[in-house]
């Protein structure tokens, strides 16, 4: 009697358990996702978590539910302390540390069949267009993840306040020895007008220089003199150095310390994060930035919001005396989308990410899908709102849309151009006819004047030889890094002199430099 | 009595012993993660046993001699001053005549002890920036500007002022209240003996604070290396990794930045010992000199 | 007998005034960010006195759901933790303040207490823990981890210690346990140190930020703490915002005036509670430590 009535509960039990996954679909899989996005701004009653376009767009696609497993802003802790628990959801994205705990844990799943069966839709366009980045995700053979696409052309060039050279009847800087120039002319001259000495030459990045070629880096100088900072360079005679102990940086180092000594950069750099940065020149502090084409929608713009009179001009400098401007690439790699061994569907959550990006791009979607693509281009919604966002690109994206608006700007015409450009184009054109409307004015500058730039024939880029992680980077590697960036910041605020950088180059071999870099130069040799 | 009833302290005790069991004692056995080359799929048991390794790594790393000196002379500095200043101005306020000021004193320097460091750092950055307060006060006075925050000679001292500007007020209240207490006998006592105002203070006034001082003094030396976190890692830069780098920021940096669990834990590990003594001298210190047991 | 006021007393006067008048900068200077146009705050131009006063950063603080979602959860964890914090720390403080004699095991179950305040497991076994007993994304992780705070429970006892045994003694001859001994004779005795343990309890979890940010998944279940740390220290996208109007806005408002605005508010409730507290606190510190 007694066990009958358990066993009735239990049933019961059970059944309560299944019950409501019999109520909805039985057959669509359910993705959980480790999320990391923001909203600048969504239309009203969308959400990151519940409803948006590209999450219906994706689970439409893949036929799936999506849960997410979290849902941050910022979820490197996150993901660090779930690694370390040996726990995961479904899918995530991870930088290159987390990545490589997580396969030497053996947590992920094989995607490489799954990943065949779909080799014809946008995400095969998207690797045979750079194959490098493929490669980088490749496990003897096997593909254990999706690895994001480098931003080609997006490297650092100089950007100069045009109202600024205006008013003091100066011209763009070319030499080295003009950037210098014209940074004590924005610094003494009173640029803004307002009777304060309170205008900054230059702004720089807290670590001096940056990590993936990001705005305020000081890397287009030490390119200048033959060194490129944090990335693995191989040498003409074959052999790897680690880029920020070359002898350059020491002539880079030693350059803005003198600069930094005059006051011609920003006295407070160390302690600036980037929001203070924006902050800077969003406020009308600053005249010269190293930075990216994006700087052109963001803080340009922002900037030109606050002060309608203020212009700025992308160029490339410093140049050499053959007038070449030198850069680094980025790293073919930076971030990762991994699936959990545990996942029942891996073939769904590459059906996701094929979803939502055919969204993104516009293909293959009717009237209806372009209008709601419009409908967040005009609310400024990005594609940080992605359920997946790992970023993906199947051509150099600043080459097609530098070559769309001049397209527009020589014929008048939108003739032939991908919808994506042909939404950008039409934005400018609201900008023609409105001028408060800034979206175009900051695209433009982003796509065309910083493309004419980038695309120029006069510069030479480095590429990195390796950007993994060996045996004993895994031991060593944080701890190089903060002697290297402390060393840095110390010599360019003049607390150490430049003999600090013969020191630390010594020290950084000593302490497990020299070990990496023979690790790193037998993984270069195959 | 005692006996028949000592089942009913058992039971008491018997939720607290649980949450310390599964909250602080479980946890104890993720220190062999220290010895291991822990990788989180195999979890703690199957991890790859590595004996002392990441100590020695630790000793041979170039930043672990400062790591260790700046937290040892950040915290000693912090209890010096942590006792020193409030027990002065615990006294100078006690010398204060009218009582409205005193109590309006009382109430408002207390209050930052209750604010974070989360919140508490964008003032101070504020006020210590190259253009800030503390700058144009110096110009004004015919100086010149000097970058507080990135500078290594200023950092550290920022930190002990900064955190003795919040703590003290609390400081100083406790001893107010033990200076209240004192028996006013004393004082008649001491006065019909001719004894100055300075005097009384002394021979009196400070004789009697010697319990709760060695009280205060305990606290502080068990918390200490557990309060520097919060202060550090807000205020702190590249720049002044040299002066400010504390055990707790670089497990932070090295655990959850860089994922070297093991490195993390074993740093954690030798922190727990430097803690450890701490506080057992500081028992051993107040049985000695205030005759208190504190535990 | 009154005497003279002399020069050291206008001294000491002095002295004492300024140093409350520095306690207060910080504030005042937060303060006068959150009232001061972003342009004003970002020069550093801003003191003691709003510059380009606007209350822009207030009203959109107003509208702003999420502020006001983190602030009911902070309440709501102060009620939980606290309530459970004070029980835990009574529970601990009651037994041991016996002494040996009274309570054999006593001196034992002490040295735990003070092991596990000496040694931690660290930050990744902890989570390890918090998360196999699937307290991951709950409140409660804010709450049981810390459920017994051991230095809080040692100022209970030595307070506890304070109290004449005979008291104790007496109401067994009365016929009552312990229990009943804790309850009737002790705890109202007691009330300046448990008023004293209760606000270190809720000014510990209203300000504790670290734990909100590790074992919550969801940015709209962080209490006021974290939030706010969220937002000192990650730079914030106001860069994408394309509607010239809303722009305009949020210019005036940045990040540094926005967030003084919220740090601000964020102090109202602790400055709220603390002269309630205020007139126990000191005695309820002192009485556990001050022997005759």
């Not at chain 3, 309530?83 to 009574?90: Q, T």
Request: glycine share 6%.
């Amino acid at each position: 009697m007694k066990r009958t009535v358990l066993s009735l509960l239990l049933a019961l039990v059970l059944l309560f358990t299944v019950m409501p996954t019999f109520a909805e679909d039985a057959e669509k899989p359910v993705i959980s996702i480790g999320f990391s996005g923001s909203a600048a701004s969504l239309p009203e009653g969308h959400t990151l978590d519940t409803y948006n376009y590209y999450l219906e767009a994706a689970k439409e696609y893949a036929n799936c539910e999506i849960e997410f497993a979290w849902n941050l802003e910022n979820d490197s802790q996150k993901v660090a302390l779930a690694v370390a628990n040996g726990e995961m959801p479904d899918v995530m994205i991870v930088d290159q540390a987390n990545y490589v705990a997580l396969l030497d844990s053996g947590m992920l799943a094989d995607l490489t069949d799954v990943f065949e069966e779909r080799q014809d839709t946008i995400l095969g366009e998207v690797y045979a267009a750079f194959p490098e980045s493929f490669e980088a995700a490749l496990v003897k053979g096997r593909l254990m993840a999706l690895p994001n696409t480098p931003q080609q052309y997006e490297n650092p060039v100089l950007w100069v306040r045009q109202d600024w050279l205006d008013k003091l009847n100066l011209e763009l800087p070319k030499t080295l020895d003009d950037l210098e120039e014209l940074m004590r002319a924005f610094v003494e001259q009173d640029p803004d007008g307002n009777g304060e000495n309170d205008t900054i030459g230059m702004t720089v990045i807290q670590t001096v220089f940056s990590d993936y070629n990001f705005n305020n880096g000081m890397e287009s100088i030490a390119a200048l003199f033959g060194a490129y900072p944090r990335m693995w360079y191989m040498q003409d005679n074959g052999e790897v150095i680690y880029g920020s102990v070359m002898p350059g940086i020491r002539d880079t180092l030693e350059l803005v310390a003198r600069w930094y000594q005059e006051g011609l950069i920003d006295k407070e750099f160390a302690n600036h994060t980037d929001t203070q940065f924006t902050e800077q020149m969003v406020s009308g502090k600053v005249g010269i930035a190293f930075g990216r084409g994006a700087l052109g929608c963001n803080q340009i713009q922002n900037t030109h919001a606050n002060d309608p009179e203020s212009y700025w001009t992308p160029v490339l400098c410093p140049l050499d005396e053959n007038g070449i401007y030198y850069s680094h690439t980025r790293t073919p790699v930076s971030s990762y989308l991994v699936v959990s061994k545990d996942c029942k569907n891996p073939g769904t959550v590459l059906d996701i990410v094929i979803g939502e990006y055919k969204w993104h791009w516009m293909i293959d979607q009717d009237e209806v899908g372009l209008a709601k693509r419009k409908e967040y281009d005009v609310a400024g919604t990005l594609w940080g709102v992605m359920p997946l966002h790992i970023q993906l690109e199947r051509v150099p994206i600043a080459i097609e849309r530098y070559n769309a608006f001049k397209q527009y700007f020589e014929t008048g015409s939108v003739e032939g151009l991908s919808a994506q450009c042909k939404q950008f184009i039409a934005a400018w054109e609201d900008y023609v006819a409105d001028n408060t409307k800034l979206t175009g004015w900051g695209w433009r500058y982003m796509m065309y004047d910083y493309g004419a730039v980038i695309t120029a024939d006069n510069i030479e880029f480095a590429n990195p030889c390796y950007w993994g992680t060996t045996e004993t980077m895994k031991d060593s590697w944080a701890s190089l890094r903060s002697m290297e960036e402390e060393v840095f910041v110390k010599i360019v605020m003049g607390e150490s002199d430049i003999t600090a950088f013969d020191q630390f180059v010594e020290d950084w071999y000593a302490n497990g430099g020299a070990k990496i870099t023979e690790e790193v130069q037998q993984f270069v040799a195959g | 009595m005692y006996r028949k009833y000592e089942y009913q302290y058992y039971l008491m005790l018997v939720p607290v012993l649980a949450f310390l069991l599964v909250f602080h004692i479980a946890p104890l056995f993720g220190i062999v993660i220290a010895f291991e080359r822990f990788l989180p799929a195999k979890g703690i048991i199957q991890s790859e046993w590595v004996g002392l390794k990441y100590f020695r790594n630790l000793v041979s790393l170039p930043e672990s001699w400062r790591i260790f000196r700046n937290t040892v002379i950040i915290a000693i500095e912090k209890i010096i001053l942590g006792i020193v200043v409030p027990v002065f101005f615990s006294i100078l306020l006690n010398e204060l005549r009218s009582v409205h000021i005193k109590r309006t004193v009382q109430t408002i320097i207390y209050i930052p002890h209750f604010l974070s460091w989360v919140v508490l750092a964008a003032p101070i950055m504020n006020i210590f920036a190259y253009n800030g307060m503390l700058n144009n006060l110096t110009v004004w006075l015919g100086g010149e500007r000097t970058l507080f925050l990135s500078s290594n000679r200023y950092f550290r001292g920022i930190l002990i002022f900064t955190n003795e500007w919040k703590e003290f007020g609390f400081g100083t209240i406790v001893y107010l209240a033990a200076i209240t207490g004192i028996n006013p006998n004393l004082y008649e006592a001491a006065e019909i003996d001719g004894a100055s105002r300075l005097q009384k203070i002394i021979y009196v006034t400070l004789p009697c604070m010697r319990a709760i001082i060695v009280l205060m003094l305990t606290r502080s030396l068990g918390n200490v290396l557990n309060a520097g976190f919060d202060q550090v890692f807000n205020l702190y830069s590249p720049a002044v990794y040299e002066t400010a780098d504390i055990i707790d920021t670089y497990v932070y940096r090295v655990g959850l930045l860089d994922l070297n669990y093991s490195l993390s834990t074993a740093m954690s590990l030798i922190k727990s010992f430097i803690g450890m003594t701490m506080i057992l001298t500081s028992n051993y210190l107040s049985l000695k000199l205030a005759d208190y047991r504190v535990f | 007998m009154r005497r003279k006021i002399g020069a050291a007393d206008v001294i000491i006067t002095a002295v004492c005034i300024i140093s409350a008048a520095l306690c207060l900068l910080p504030m005042l200077n937060t303060f006068a960010i959150s009232l001061s146009s972003s342009v004003q705050a970002a020069s550093g131009r801003v003191t003691f006195f709003p510059r380009s006063f606007t209350l822009s950063a207030y009203e959109y603080l107003l509208g702003e759901s999420q502020f006001y979602t983190a602030f009911l959860i902070s309440v709501e964890r102060v009620v939980l933790g606290t309530s459970i914090n004070v029980l835990m720390m009574i529970l601990a403080a009651f037994p041991l303040s016996h002494s040996k004699k009274n309570f054999r095991p006593r001196n034992g179950f002490m040295w735990f207490l003070v092991f596990t305040m000496m040694f931690g497991g660290g930050l990744i076994p902890t989570y390890m823990v918090v998360s196999s007993v699937g307290l991951i994304d709950k409140i409660w992780s804010l709450i049981l981890p810390g459920a017994v705070p051991v230095w809080n429970c040692i100022l209970l006892m030595n307070f506890f210690r304070s109290l004449p045994v005979e008291l104790e003694e007496a109401s067994f001859i009365d016929g009552a346990m312990p229990v009943q001994v804790l309850y009737k004779v002790y705890l109202p005795l007691s009330l300046p140190a448990l008023s004293t343990v209760t606000l270190f309890s809720i000014v510990g979890h209203w300000n504790e930020f670290f734990s909100g940010m590790i074992y919550l998944n969801s940015q709209d279940k962080y209490p006021l703490a974290t939030y706010i740390n969220a937002l000192v220290n990650q730079a914030k996208n106001i860069m994408n915002i394309t509607d010239p109007q809303e722009l305009q806005k949020t210019l005036e408002r940045s990040d540094t005036t926005l967030n003084s605005a919220k740090i601000f508010v964020s102090l109202i409730p602790i400055l709220i509670i603390y002269p309630f507290m205020q007139k126990y606190f000191v005695t309820g510190l002192v009485m556990g430590s001050v022997k005759e």
